[in-house]
């Protein structure tokens, strides 16, 4: 697999990572000393929060995002063909299809429960939801729409952190009623966002590798080599570390 990615960079970028939340517990410390009036360090504690999402974003974009395989012989006994392709392909292009509607209807509920109070939106109901991942499934066959997706991906990521940022900052109490809560469970609604991410990532690296070229349009795919599970140990070695970030500033 040929992908760009400049470890010093990845390395500098999970550094800050690291150091960050201890910072930004710093500025929130000398923020509540002055937390009626607006000062320089309220200023800081409130556009950090935007820090960590802007370098997730930019780490996707540049290593997550524009995959490129080597296209090596076609042999008999490694390739995946058939039903068996059939399968594999329906049912990762239905998971992720499945995952971007999702995810963009939980930037609108947090749009709509926190600044257009009194509006209720309605979850869409089978038929809608239906028809939504039928039309995000086709723009996922084409390489200029996926990579469109992809970026629509991460600006909805970028808004759901700043949505989440703020309801932190403002101790908004953080219920049942928001649909991000339902997910995994957890109290820690970042962590909720973090692993809706990943999950976009790995289905999202899959179906590059299954749709990569001719691939589909030969119905025929190489079995996965070992090269191709480097991406799968970046994407939870990055995330792992994004994960230590937000437990640290929780």
Avoid: H
């Avoid at 926190?114 to 991942?133: A, H, R, V």
């Avoid at 799968?232 to 937000?246: A, G, R």
Wanted: proline share 2%.
């Amino acid at each position: 697999m040929i992908i760009k990615n400049n470890p010093t960079r990845l390395l500098i970028t999970l550094s800050i990572l690291v150091v960050l939340p201890f910072v930004q517990k710093q500025w929130f410390n000398l923020y509540l000393f002055n937390i009626n009036d607006i000062s320089f360090y309220s200023i800081l504690y409130y556009l950090s929060g935007i820090i960590c999402p802007s370098l997730i974003c930019l780490n996707s974009l540049n290593n997550y995002t524009y995959y490129r395989f080597n296209k090596n012989k076609i042999y008999s006994k490694k390739i995946i063909k058939g039903k068996a392709l059939l399968f594999i392909v329906s049912i990762n292009l239905i998971l992720l299809s499945y995952l971007i509607a999702d995810y963009i209807f939980i930037n609108f509920d947090l749009i709509f429960n926190l600044f257009l109070e009194g509006i209720n939106l309605q979850q869409p109901n089978i038929f809608q939801l239906s028809l939504l991942i039928l039309l995000i499934s086709i723009l996922l066959i084409f390489r200029n729409s996926r990579l469109l997706l992809k970026k629509l991906i991460l600006a909805n990521f970028i808004l759901i952190s700043f949505y989440i940022w703020y309801l932190q900052t403002n101790n908004i109490n953080i219920d049942d009623q928001f649909y991000i809560y339902r997910y995994f469970g957890l109290n820690d609604i970042n962590l909720s966002n973090v692993f809706i991410l990943v999950a976009i990532e790995i289905s999202f690296f899959t179906w590059s590798f299954l749709s990569y070229k001719n691939n589909l349009s030969d119905w025929i795919v190489n079995i996965p080599q070992k090269e191709d599970i480097i991406p799968f140990l970046n994407i939870f070695s990055f995330y792992f570390f994004i994960i230590i970030y937000y437990l640290i500033l929780t």
